[in-house]
């Protein structure tokens, strides 16, 4: 098969390309979910790996003084001082503030992390350039959350 018909060739994720949205990490909504301490855990892991590789962070949250609660205690102490940015929308693309956060990071891939995949990591990626589309979910099960997604990319 000849390159000009052939798969094009994704740039796999890394520190250097990408940046991780955390969507609604919130205490309130931790306690609807499958397994917390587990996905909490998991969670954590996530976080601390991008910390750990120098890959920027982006944090946001809705409505964080109503039932949803604050953002979970273990993310704010490991990234002490960065901004948490609150929100009323439910998208948390729509949010200029978010939307400018992530573009400010100058990354080409986001991956990110919500509470549950229904709202939380599914409406970003329906509203972002194809590039920065690799939903993941906290709240799935492990054996779920290692599959990989069906692409968002549009045939170009």
Request: charged share 20%; glycine share 6%.
């Amino acid at each position: 098969m000849s390159s000009a018909t052939g798969p094009t060739r994704l740039e796999p994720v890394s520190p250097q390309n990408a940046v991780l949205l955390l969507v609604d990490q919130q205490e309130g909504l931790f306690s609807r979910i499958h397994e917390p301490e587990q996905t909490r855990r998991n969670l954590l892991a996530l976080a601390r790996s991008a910390q750990l590789l120098g890959m920027p962070v982006v944090m946001t949250t809705a409505l964080a003084a109503g039932t949803n609660g604050p953002q979970l205690k273990e993310l704010t102490e490991t990234f002490a001082g960065q901004e948490v940015i609150d929100r009323t929308l439910i998208n948390a693309w729509q949010d200029s503030r978010v939307h400018e956060a992530v573009a400010r990071t100058r990354r080409s891939k986001a991956i990110i992390a919500g509470t549950g995949l229904d709202v939380c990591a599914n409406f970003p990626p329906s509203r972002a350039p194809p590039k920065a589309t690799t939903p993941t979910s906290s709240s799935m099960p492990p054996a779920a959350s290692s599959q990989s997604p069906p692409s968002r990319r549009s045939a170009a």
